[in-house]
Each structure stands twice: as structure tokens, then as C-alpha cells.
């Protein structure tokens, strides 16, 4: 399985309607905290999925690694092959 590691993700935040945006970058520690601060209130917005949340979207990931049986200066000049044709 591929694993994606998240070394630090930068953030626009505004403390109210008329203040100018402020940039910071969270690390592990500080995006577990805003997950769940994201979920907490996910489940408040939806009374624990009582409520539908309509006109949403969720975004997925979805990695694979594929591993090959030789390299590609292996399939050209051991085996004089064309790797793109192969």
C-alpha cells in the first residue's frame, strides 16, 4: 500500500469579516487538533447525521505503487528494448 505523509500544510485564516488574511503552516500536532476541530463541528452542523448535509462535497485520495521488475536503463541497454513499446 502507498502511504501519503503530509509534512506541513500552509492555511489563510481571517480572524473576522473585516481583517486581512493571515498565513501559517500546520504541522502534524496542529492538523490532528484542526481535523478534529473540523469534525467536531461537522457533527454539531449535522446533529450527529440526523441532518443531510446537502450541496456538499468530499474529497479522496487514492494512491498506488507500482513496482517494476527492472529499471529503465536495465530494459534499454541489457535488453535493447523500447520500455514505451514494451
Known amino acids: 500500500p ?7 500544510c500552509s492555511r489563510s485564516r481571517q480572524k473576522n ?3 486581512k488574511p493571515t498565513e501559517s503552516t500546520l504541522y502534524d500536532g496542529d492538523l490532528r487538533l484542526e481535523r ?15 441532518l443531510a448535509l446537502v450541496e456538499s462535497s468530499f474529497h ?19 535488453q535493447n528494448q523500447n520500455p514505451i513499446e514494451s
Open 60 to 78: 479522496v485520495i487514492v494512491a498506488a505503487t507500482h513496482c517494476f521488475d527492472e529499471t529503465v536503463i536495465d530494459t534499454v541497454v541489457k
Open 36 to 50: 478534529a476541530k473540523a469534525m467536531d463541528l461537522i457533527d454539531a452542523i449535522s446533529r450527529s447525521g440526523e
Open 2 to 8: 502507498t502511504t501519503i505523509k503530509v509534512h506541513g
Open 17 to 19: 469579516l473585516i481583517s
